[in-house]
């Protein structure tokens, strides 16, 4: 080999060395990326996932509380006035409990339409709530159905 090609061949391994390394910097971008996508994408289906949970357990609040509705109508044996009031208390709480269960289910469908479009931060502030809500909802959930519970056997046994 010529002396004078050297420095083309040193030039052209250069380029070559170059395009490589070009090449592996997008990979490693590409796949940090991917990896970004894939991750924020997971988060955006457990949120979704979770909150779907959320609202089954409003579901079931809103379903044992209309039946306690009913059982108080129905009941014979209290005073007309407790009656009263404790229906209206209950009907309180059945409103509370329902438009909690709208607003989960509204903020359901906003994610079912925009998920590819809804950003980090925006799902993590929903993660962020949806946590919370799940949290309170383990807690007063069971307190809840059992304070239920115990009026039903009231109900049943009160005295008038």
């Known amino acids: 080999m010529s002396k004078e090609l050297l420095p083309f061949f040193s030039a052209l391994f250069s380029f070559i060395a170059l395009v490589v390394s070009i090449t592996a910097l997008y990979n490693t971008y590409r796949s940090r990326k991917n990896a970004e996508h894939d991750s924020l994408r997971k988060m955006k289906i457990d949120t979704v996932k979770e909150l779907r949970e959320v609202e089954l357990v409003y579901r079931g609040i809103c379903s ?70 799940a949290n309170r909802l383990a807690e007063n959930g069971r307190i809840i159905k059992e304070r239920f519970k115990d009026l039903k056997e009231m109900i049943g046994k009160a005295p008038y």
């Open 64 to 133: 044992d509380t209309e039946e306690l509705i009913k059982s108080i109508e129905m009941s014979t044996n209290m005073n007309p006035y407790g009656k009263k009031e404790l229906l209206k208390g209950v009907r309180d709480n059945l409103g509370f409990f329902t438009q909690s269960r709208q607003g989960v289910t509204n903020m359901l469908s906003k994610l079912d339409e925009n998920l590819m479009s809804i950003s980090r931060e925006e799902i993590e502030n929903i993660a962020q709530f949806t946590a919370f809500e």
